[in-house]
C-alpha cells in the first residue's frame, strides 16, 4: 500500500476521529472505504459520459428492447 497525505478540513476530521473513536475502526479504514466507494461511482459515471458522448457523435448504435430480445432469440 502507499501513503498519500490529505489535508481535511477541521469538521470532517472531527467527524471522522469520533466515528473512529465511536467504532474502534481507524480512521484509515474509514477513508479507505469512503475513497474506494466514491471511485467507484466516478468510474461508472466517466464511462457513462465517455459512452453518451460516442452516441451522440454516431460512433456507437443504440437498440430497443425489442431489438434486442429479437437478436437474441428472446421473444415468445
Known sequence: MSAVSVELPEE???RLDQLSERT???KTD???EA???HL???EDLYLAEQRL???RAGRSQSYTL???EQRLGLVD
Open 53 to 55: 458522448i460516442a452516441h
Open 12 to 14: 470532517v476530521s472531527e
Open 24 to 26: 474502534g475502526r481507524s
Open 30 to 32: 474509514y477513508m479507505l
Open 40 to 42: 467507484d461511482e466516478m
Open 66 to 68: 425489442d431489438e434486442v
Open 35 to 37: 475513497i474506494t466507494e
